[in-house]
């Protein structure tokens, strides 16, 4: 087969091996195939993060709250952390907010200093609440 090393009309380039070939090439020297689908696009991926948008319950997603917690937490462990979250969301569901993990980790600031070993720690409790949606909800 025919190929270059550099462009011009009429050829194309070898994704794999950079040489040029034909336009109509299928298949490169170098064995490289241009008839292969390209990757997964990005449409299936916005497809699956509406479903799961759509699967909350609520209308509006709380990210950043105002003010201070209405809840109080006193011991940063992991039960006490999640049943404080539990309280915090069941607290928004009432206005119809969906409680995102954002809210607590911000709440966590008026107690713990954001660069502390307890606040990361805090916030890993969070996670894994919030890794189980259906716990975050009940
Ligand atoms: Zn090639």
Redesign the pocket.
Known sequence: MKTWNEPSRGRKQ?A??K?YVGVRTKV???G?NFTKPKVASLSTDKAESDELTSSHKFNISLVIPRGKSPIDLEVFERPEIYSWTRSLSFHYSRQNLFMESTVPKYFLRQYLDIFSVEYSRSCGYIDELYADKEIINE
């Open positions: 070898c794999s091996c040489i490169c020297a170098c490289y």
